[in-house]
């Protein structure tokens, strides 16, 4: 049961430039995870409203396209500077609706941040090539023009980052966009949608339809949109990327993990451990870049008592309390889904050397905790193995030799993100290098790139080949036209007909 406030404001629509009620019958709540009081009610918005902000996005095309790069640019530089401002706003709302810890929130925010400084400086990415002179007086050149209406559909765990991967990114290249935000915790998201206008987007260039599945495909199919990116789950992102790509669009799909980090008995143990209490149990284990897999190698056997130590460590409790590590988990259904992963870990026979279940939380007894977990033991055909448990809980493997560990990573359906901890060079070097996975982390456990590269992944975590933010996404967003082009002067022109296909 959750708590209604006597009027939960209604999550609005962003619809040519204005907020609009949706006129939809069909709703849900948003619910804060550490209390299960209603924040908001976000609308499913119906198929005419997604028409709606599709039309806006198009018609906007139009000036947007030709807007200069420096006006482009300096927007970006005012929206940089509001999202500061608001810095300490946005954490709390975040907080409230996803539950992670009030420092994770303002990192959630400011990763999201540093994409926007770079949508800024655009300009000096989105350059075309020149090729002179390719023939007598015939230079060729390249430019990189928006496509049109681009759309973004994004995951709960990031509100704030994962939306600033994608409309600052599209719009700077002079695309217009429509938004669907994660129906969990959308007002982080709508807060920073306001800030975007109030630094001077015109009307249409941004749009925002909420809803789940019905708008998603909708979103799929339409017509009128030139690409989608996305990020979530792989059932789901492998469901938007069949289904945009058939209907012509380009799509990239950012999609689920299972990141392992490979131990190697020489690695400085403390700094290891420590690292691995943050990178597993951090954000409640909710980050695409969680390692929530350790395989230890050879010696490094003798570890477990230490991981189990520092878990222990770890204080369970709400996100807007002080010193708290691990927050509660997005929903009621997570929560219940991550201890039924649990049951059937130990049923599988995995060995429970830290239970995390059920943990008291004094004034905080209806939020959806689990504390940290871990199981040593854990072998490929266990449940807690083959899935992504997406909450805190550590499933421990090991191996004979990094030749093993990098065969079991491997064998692992998943590419999202890896990590090696050891002080050998020539080992990490290997590791990298056979490793088939998109990010890797050499004595750290969580290696997210900063976007003057590019986020990426490997096999069932990525479909299409242009990753989000960086120089890849400027191509994903661009459509490349060359221009050969012959100019005439009294010096260089012919005077017969050229009937040849040279140049
Ligand atoms: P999700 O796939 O359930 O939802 C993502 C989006 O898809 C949401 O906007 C949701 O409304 C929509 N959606 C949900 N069900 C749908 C359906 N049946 N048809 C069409 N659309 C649907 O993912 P989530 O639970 O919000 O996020 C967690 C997942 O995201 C994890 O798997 C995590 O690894 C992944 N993730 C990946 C990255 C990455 O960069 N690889 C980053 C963050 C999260």
């Not at 590419?415 to 996975?437: K, L, P, Y």
């Amino acid at each position: 049961m959750h708590r209604v406030a006597a009027s939960a404001a209604t999550v609005k629509l962003l619809i040519d430039g204005e907020f609009v009620e949706s006129g939809s019958a069909q709703w849900r709540d948003v619910v804060n995870p550490a209390t299960q009081d209603v924040l908001a009610r976000v609308p499913f918005a119906t198929a005419g409203e997604v028409d709606a902000a599709v039309a806006s996005a198009k018609e906007a095309f139009k000036r947007w396209r030709r807007t200069p790069i420096g006006t482009r640019a300096r927007i970006f530089l005012k929206y940089q500077q509001l999202i500061r401002e608001h810095m300490g706003e946005l954490a709390t709302i975040l907080t409230a609706e996803q539950g992670k810890t009030l420092p994770d929130a303002e990192g959630d925010v400011f990763r999201g941040l540093e994409v926007v400084e770079h949508a800024a400086a655009i300009g000096n990415l989105q350059l075309g090539e020149l090729a002179n002179n390719v023939a007598s007086g015939v230079d060729t050149y390249t430019l990189l023009q928006p496509l049109g209406v681009c759309a973004g559909i994004t995951p709960f765990n990031f509100p704030a980052m994962i939306p600033l991967w994608m409309f600052p990114m599209a719009i700077a290249t002079g695309n217009t966009f429509v938004l669907k935000p994660s129906e969990q915790d959308p007002m982080v998201t709508m807060r920073l949608v306001e800030l975007a206008l109030e630094a001077g987007l015109p009307k249409g260039v941004l749009n925002v339809v909420h809803g789940g599945e019905d708008v998603v495909n909708a979103i799929c199919d339409h017509p009128d949109i030139k690409a989608v990116s996305f990020v979530g789950s792989t059932r789901v992102g492998t469901h938007v990327y069949n289904r945009a790509s058939l209907a012509g669009k380009r799509v990239q799909c950012m999609m689920g993990a299972k990141n392992h980090a490979v131990i190697l008995p020489d690695a400085n143990k403390e700094q290891t451990l420590n690292a691995m209490a943050g990178a597993a149990f951090g954000a409640a284990g909710q980050r695409c870049m969680a390692a929530s897999t350790v395989v230890l190698v050879g010696e490094a056997r003798g570890w477990i008592p230490g991981l189990v130590t520092k878990a222990r460590t770890l204080k369970v409790n709400a996100g807007t309390e002080p010193g708290t590590d691990v927050g509660p988990v997005i929903s009621c259904a997570a929560r219940e889904r991550i201890e039924a992963l649990i049951a059937s870990g130990i049923e599988q026979g995995a060995t429970l050397e830290l239970d995390g279940r059920r943990p008291e939380v004094p004034g905080f007894e209806r939020g959806n905790f689990v504390g940290p977990t871990i199981f040593s033991g854990v072998k490929p055909g266990m449940r807690i193995y083959d899935e992504e448990i997406f909450g805190p809980v550590l499933v421990i493997l090991e191996a004979e030799t990094l030749d093993d560990a990098i065969a079991l990573v491997n064998a692992n359906p998943n590419g999202n993100g890896t990590a090696v901890f050891t002080q050998s060079g020539a080992a990490a070097r290997r590791f990298q290098e056979e490793i088939d996975v998109g990010q890797v982390g050499i004595n750290l456990p969580i290696p997210v790139p900063l976007p003057m590269f590019s986020f990426t992944g490997s096999r069932a975590s990525k479909l299409g080949d242009l990753g989000p933010y960086g120089k890849q996404v400027v191509t994903f967003y661009t459509q490349t036209k060359t221009v050969t082009a012959r100019w005439f002067d009294d010096e260089t022109a012919g005077h017969g007909v050229n009937t040849t296909i040279n140049l």
